[in-house]
């Protein structure tokens, strides 16, 4: 199931006044995956047959039977007095798409798309890199020229660079191919509370092989302190890895300080950078950054290319093993076209950051504005101060968090209420939790900006979200 419909499920579910279980999981993926396959919903008969649940055991688990499994996962329901209403009904004059969902993804620029399509026509070759002919010699002098775009991003050395599938795979090729060097001896890894998913996993995954792991607490704002840090170094810690600005609420960690903190105690310092390469100036040589994540798609390349970077001293052990490309740290044939479309997206982010993010700050201010009008004791989670420019996350009191979102979604305007990887999590935000915030109590939803968005987006918004509010309310 998509994580728009978990979230569905998970708001008529409070609204219901259920707790799922996995019986409930269970069935509604079943009615999920049937109505995707059939394109009707499944009938008591179907749930008895095929998963062993009877009509008492259904009715007994969902408040209305099959129009309550029907309309928590999207499946039209023929009948107008249905007892189950997901949302309220949302109407507007002048519909209008606004897209303030850019740190879930972003869509391709312009130059971006021009790039690809000559390259998927042929214009640029379609050689394997690795071959021993003049094709591939031709898409091996693309890769590298799109690795000497990014490292100019970054002021380092290109061959520092390793090519991989995304943010997610660049933090687990750097968090468990540096214990791998360590597997004998183990040791430990710090880290902190909010840190991205692919980070805190691989984290787990270690701990299960007898590593050991602290987890550092942030502050109200979302920041790590670097006097917390260095209180947790001991003689057995082999690696940092502290994010660089948060991915749920924007908050910027104090990266050059931890990285001094690190140098000084000559442990490695692993920093997820993806929500913030081409937001703030990242160095890092200068700033004692030893292995940095990015990926593409949250800079206007396409999903699917990201990359590591790793300092000269720092040896690791690959996770996928083959003909060796990328150093020998990323076997398999390389993404041509994409590496080229990324190298080009860094190239123009990291040209256009003063001005672009001056602009995003003042759409923010603006934003935040009418946001304070709308509702005085509405929350801003993370800092003011140390801040992605393009994010906002907001807190509305007494409104649930999933209810509000799919109301957006129904005028058009498309958020999230954490981060697009976790949304639908029955447990909640874990970096809600960490700063504090109740999301029982207090709805949250992450706004965040990009180059196509405009103060008439805003204003629709803030047209008819006291509207929405006032219903969910």
């Not at 380092?156 to 968090?175: C, D, K, T």
């Not at 908050?251 to 997820?272: H, Q, S, W, Y």
């Not at 504005?369 to 994010?391: K, Q, Y």
């Not at 996350?393 to 649930?400: E, K, L, N, Q, T």
Request: charged share 25%; proline share 4%; net charge positive.
């Amino acid at each position: 199931m998509n994580n728009y419909t978990k979230a569905m499920i998970l708001r008529m579910a409070r609204l219901s006044g259920v707790t799922v279980s996995d019986d409930h999981l269970r069935i509604l993926k079943f009615a999920y995956d049937y109505y995707g396959k059939h394109q009707i919903g499944p009938l008591y008969r179907n749930f008895e047959k095929q998963i062993g649940v009877d009509k008492q055991r259904l009715d007994s688990l969902f408040p209305h039977g099959l129009q309550s499994i029907y309309t928590w996962i999207g499946i039209p329901i023929q009948s107008p007095d249905s007892p189950c209403k997901p949302i309220p009904e949302i109407s507007v004059k002048e519909y209008r798409e606004v897209y303030l969902d850019h740190q879930a993804t972003t869509y391709l620029r312009k130059e971006v798309v021009d790039l690809l399509n000559r390259f998927n026509k042929g214009a640029l070759g379609f050689g394997n890199p690795s071959s021993s002919t003049l094709l591939g010699k031709q898409a091996h002098d693309l890769i590298q020229a799109a690795r000497a775009q990014v490292a100019r991003g970054l002021n380092v050395n290109p061959e520092r660079l390793i090519f991989v599938s995304g943010g997610s795979e660049a933090n687990n090729l750097a968090i468990k191919g540096l214990a791998f060097k360590h597997l004998k001896k183990k040791g430990r890894i710090i880290t902190s509370q909010v840190e991205h998913p692919s980070v805190l996993e691989s984290v787990r995954f270690l701990e299960g092989l007898g590593f050991k792991a602290d987890y550092l607490g942030v502050d109200r704002e979302g920041r790590v302190s670097p006097r917390d840090l260095k209180k947790h170094l001991q003689a057995d810690t082999f690696l940092v890895a502290i994010m660089a600005a948060n991915h749920e609420i924007g908050t910027v960690n104090p990266l050059e300080e931890i990285g001094e903190i690190c140098r000084k105690a000559r442990v490695p310092f692993m920093t997820d950078a993806v929500q913030a390469f081409g937001r703030i100036d990242l160095r890092p040589k200068e700033m004692g950054i030893s292995l940095l994540s990015l990926s593409g798609h949250k800079i206007y390349a396409p999903k699917g290319v990201g990359v590591l970077y790793l300092d000269e001293d720092i040896s690791l052990g690959p996770l996928i093993h083959g003909g060796g490309q990328e150093n020998g740290l990323r076997s398999g044939t390389e993404n041509v076209g994409s590496i080229c479309a990324l190298g080009k997206a860094a190239e123009m982010i990291v040209r256009d950051m003063t001005k672009e993010n001056k602009r995003l700050r003042a759409l923010k201010d603006y934003f935040l504005e009418g946001l304070r009008r709308i509702g005085p004791d509405n929350l801003i989670n993370g800092s003011l101060t140390h801040r992605l420019p393009h994010n906002l996350s907001i807190g509305f009191p007494g409104v649930d968090g999933g209810a509000l979102l799919l109301a957006l979604n129904q005028i058009g305007v498309f958020v999230s209420s954490g981060a697009a990887c976790s949304a639908g999590n029955q447990g909640g935000s874990h970096v809600l939790r960490a700063i504090g915030i109740n999301s029982e109590k207090v709805g949250v939803i992450r706004f965040s900006f990009g180059l196509r968005t405009t103060q008439e987006d805003l204003d629709y918004v803030l047209e008819h979200l006291p509207v929405i509010l006032e219903k969910l309310k």
